[in-house]
Every structure is written in structure tokens, then in C-alpha cells.
């Protein structure tokens, strides 16, 4: 197959790129650089560079890599962006999908996976955990333009045939979060706490997330790409950790104790989030495999030998 990664010089889509390499596809990234990297783009991956913003940078993309399988992980990601600069946050993550599927269409892509967002489409008031079943509540910008994108996915898959998947992931991390932005509270607790600096927790800490693993959320991208089903899915593994539960973990990891600093709670933040992921192990044979405890591990491991502490 013929592979596209948006935002494959990021966080998730680096670890999408480097599984379908390694299962012998053609793969080629497509990223701005606005927060990926280009040390993050696997070896044997053709690098493009172009914001999905771009109407002409993106159909020429898609003629020069003519792919199969899309898989659309580029976003902006911060919620605090998104509710003070909405028209950024608007113009990446709505405008910069439809730019995205529309050109998919046009080429005939067979299958379009799409990044979406499971906590912050449900919104507060859903029950926890939380199924596909529950109605969307976005309770910020950021979770209303990601959650906008499926309907655009529904329109064109129901009219134009094209065949997709949205993957509503649950808190994904693991190495190669940006430690440098707000929405990877493991990645940035892992640099301050091997830094020797007391990260700050924004509210009392008792929030909660499910954490779900960045190789897992890799190997359910791929499932998707192969599935014939066209359908929105949870990627998460339905179990809630607590933000100190969270800075607990990372300092067993790290083998220091250091006591945090405390903020004020987030606008648009949620108290508790946890996802059941029973209709992705029915529709794509996926759960969950690494364990919390192991997976910061090997997050706080390659922190260790990815940054100048």
C-alpha cells in the first residue's frame, strides 16, 4: 500500500509511520513542522513539507504520493489555544480536515483514518466510562471542531463512497510527546520531574483520564486502514488514573519524589474521563495491550535519552 501520514513528524503519526514501514508499505509524511519535528520522521519515509491548510500544497501531495490509506493526525491539539484563539484552532482542525478529505475523495483513497478526540467530543456530563453510544457534548472549541470533522466523514462516505474510520482516542501517550505543549501532562510531568523541577498540577489533581499507550494507538490506526467498516470507534482502555496518580508513576519511574505546584483549573477541562473500547475490539479486533506502570517506563526511559536534563 501507498501510505500518507498527516502530521507524521509528530507525536502519534511518527509511530504510525514507522508500523506501516515496518509491514512493508510505502509511507510518506505531511507536516508543517509547526509542532513536529523532522528528527521524529522514520527512516525510509518520504518527508513532505506543507500545511493541510493549503489547498495546493495538499493536492500535491496527493499527486506525488497517490495513496491508498490516509491516516490524518495533524491538529492542533492545545485546548487553552483553541478558547483563546478559535479561528486557529477552526481553521487547522475543521478547515484543514475537509481540505484534507476532500482531495481524498478526489483521488480515491480506500481508506481515511481520522484522529479524533474522545474525551473532549463527549463533554462533562457523559457517563463514565463512556461509550460511542453517549451523545456528543464538546465543551470547548477544540472538542467541537474535532468532533465536527466525523460528520464531514459521514457525508462523504455516505455520498461519495469514500471508506473511513474515526478513532475517538482516549489520553495518548508515550515517547515523543511534546513535552513543550499542554496536552501531554505525562510527557511534560516526565521532563520537569527528571529535570528536578516540580511540575504544576492545574486544579487539586483528583481529575481524571485514561491513558492509553502510543504504540497501541499506532497498532489501532493500522486495524482501522485494513477494516472494511466505516464507523466511529473509542481507542482507550476504559480504566480512569488520576493526574496524582499520574505524577505518582512517573516518579516511581524516575526514582525521585518531588512535591508539586498547584494551579488553577483549566476552562473547558473536564473533572473525569474513561473510555469503553468494546466496539473497536469488536469492529477491529483491537485492545489495549501495555500496561499504565510499563508504559511510563518506557516514556520516562526515552525522556531520559532524548533531552538535556
Known amino acids: 500500500m501507498r501510505v500518507l501520514v498527516t502530521g507524521g513528524a509528530g507525536f502519534i503519526g511518527s509511530h504510525i509511520a514507522e508500523l506501516c ?29 506543507g500545511d493541510i491548510r493549503d489547498r495546493e500544497a495538499v493536492r500535491g501531495a496527493f499527486a506525488e504520493v497517490k495513496p491508498d490509506w490516509v491516516f490524518h493526525q495533524a491538529a492542533q491539539a492545545a485546548l487553552r489555544v483553541s478558547v483563546i484563539d478559535p479561528w486557529e484552532d477552526l481553521s487547522i482542525n475543521l478547515v484543514g480536515s475537509v481540505n484534507l478529505i476532500y482531495q481524498a475523495v478526489e483521488a480515491g483513497v480506500s481508506k481515511f483514518v481520522y484522529a479524533s478526540s474522545g474525551g473532549a467530543a463527549y ?95 499506532a497498532r489501532a490506526n493500522y486495524l482501522a486502514a485494513e477494516s472494511a467498516h466505516c464507523d466511529v470507534v473509542n481507542i482507550s482502555t476504559g480504566v480512569e488514573t488520576s493526574v496524582l496518580e499520574v505524577l505518582a508513576a512517573i516518579q516511581a519511574a524516575a526514582g525521585t519524589s518531588l512535591e508539586p505546584l498547584f494551579g488553577e483549573e483549566r476552562v473547558g477541562d473536564i473533572a473525569r474521563c474513561a473510555l469503553t473500547s468494546d466496539l473497536a475490539a469488536e469492529k477491529l479486533g483491537w485492545r489495549a495491550t501495555v500496561p499504565f506502570r510499563e508504559g511510563i517506563a518506557q516514556t520516562v526511559a526515552w525522556t531520559k535519552g532524548h533531552y538535556r536534563l
Open 123 to 217: 463533554g462533562p456530563h457523559a457517563p463514565v466510562p463512556t461509550s460511542e453510544a453517549s451523545p456528543a457534548q464538546p465543551n470547548s472549541p477544540y472538542g467541537i471542531t474535532k468532533h465536527s470533522v466525523e460528520h464531514y466523514l459521514d457525508f462523504y462516505g455516505r455520498n461519495y463512497d469514500l471508506s473511513w474510520m474515526a478513532l475517538r482516542y482516549s489520553n495518548v501517550y508515550g515517547p515523543r510527546q511534546d513535552s513543550e505543549g499542554e496536552a501531554g501532562v505525562v510527557a511534560i510531568f516526565a521532563r520537569a520531574v527528571l529535570s528536578g523541577q516540580p511540575p504544576t498540577i492545574y486544579g487539586d489533581g483528583s481529575q481524571t483520564r485514561d491513558y492509553v499507550f502510543v504504540k497501541d494507538v
Open 21 to 49: 514501514l515496518s509491514r512493508g508499505h510505502e509511507v510518506a509524511v505531511i507536516d508543517s513542522l509547526r509542532t513536529g519535528k523532522v528528527g521524529n520522521v522514520p527512516e525510509g519515509a518520504r518527508f513532505i513539507e
